[in-house]
């Protein structure tokens, strides 16, 4: 039985979503029940789920959205070790929450998730910690970099997934540029220290004149790696790193015989381990990981909710990173 209702951003159908209660159960054994304070926006992940495209498990509407909330603890149900009431925590997904689905139903102001949905937060900026997926698929990319410290890595994508490469290639000793085609998102990842390259015709030019000795690939498509297939340095075997999702059943996005051609060394990388999120958390707490730094919107009553939703489902979000804020409602 539900304790009690508390708004969500519901998808009544694939292509349309809106603040609307939903129902709230009592977190059971195991579970906890989590006040959420923000919930941070994947531009990607959380289109493709809207609007029916992920492929990796479509979840029927009425649905909600989102991997990746932050909040404090506000019940425990029995047999739950390490964690206490007022408890701030990041939560990757809840339970159902009554008869709409939770996938994985980050955007909500309130839910009941299970232990290994939930990760202690305690002294990380929630801003940083309502985006801890999406920094961790960055951390997850530069980590799989073998290169000397110092080399020099572009970051192809200037979303929130390919800042966040960018900051963790920059904590792990590389010098990192992004590329991108979106101004103000590149300034703000110049104004951490990351240099940045704006896509235009000269892009190759600007690419070249790098010589990056790896290339994280947030985009990954046929003209992605066109841009940036002739700039590696020649003084290093190329390593390159694909991270990101591709809805609508695309398989390919390039050309592997020339990689095998070129002798690039190819990763490819996605999802996250319990492990790799406690890591990027507690960089996150020391700020050698200042992903909360990355955030220009952050929507705090239900229309501009309403508004965000909508503009991620047209894949119009003109800014770096976004969040819900749900504390008012």
Not at 96 to 122: I, K, M, N, P, T
Not at 191 to 196: D, K, S
Request: aromatic share 4%.
């Amino acid at each position: 039985m539900a304790i009690t209702t508390a708004p969500a951003l519901v998808a009544s159908a694939y292509g349309e979503a809106a603040v609307q209660p939903v129902d709230v159960p009592r977190p059971g054994p195991g579970e906890v029940l989590i006040r959420r304070s923000l919930s941070g926006i994947s531009n990607g992940t959380d289109r493709w789920v809207l609007t029916g495209r992920f492929q990796w498990g479509p979840v029927p509407p009425p649905l909600v959205a989102g991997y990746q909330c932050v909040g404090v603890i506000e019940e425990i149900g029995d047999e739950v070790d390490g964690f206490q009431v007022g408890d701030q925590v990041a939560a990757t997904g809840s339970i159902e929450l009554g008869a709409v689905h939770a996938a994985s139903g980050g955007h909500a102001s309130l839910a009941v998730s299970r232990l290994d949905q939930v990760y202690a937060a305690a002294g990380v900026p929630p801003a940083g910690a309502a985006l801890c997926v999406v920094a961790q698929v960055g951390l997850n990319a530069a980590s799989r970099l073998t290169l000397p410290s110092g080399s020099t890595v572009a970051v192809i994508g200037d979303g929130v997934i390919g800042a966040s490469a960018a900051l963790a290639a920059a904590h792990l000793g590389y010098r990192a540029t992004v590329v991108g085609r979106h101004t103000e998102r590149l300034a703000v990842v110049a104004a951490l220290g990351i240099g940045t390259i704006l896509s235009s015709a000269d892009d190759k030019e600007a690419l070249a004149a790098l010589a990056p000795h790896g290339v994280i690939d947030t985009v990954q498509s046929a003209e992605a790696l066109d841009v940036y297939i002739d700039a590696f340095a020649p003084d290093e075997p190329p390593q390159l790193v694909y991270s990101g999702h591709s809805p609508d059943g695309i398989t390919s996005w390039g050309d592997m015989a020339l990689l095998q051609k070129r002798q690039v060394t190819a990763h490819f990388v996605s999802g996250w381990t319990r492990e790799r999120l406690a890591r990027t958390l507690q960089l996150m707490a020391d700020g050698s990981l200042p992903t909360d730094k990355l955030v220009g919107t952050v929507a705090a009553n239900a229309s501009d909710i309403d508004d965000l939703g909508a503009a991620v489902i047209a894949g119009r979000t003109s800014s770096l990173a976004s969040l819900i804020d749900w504390t008012s409602l």
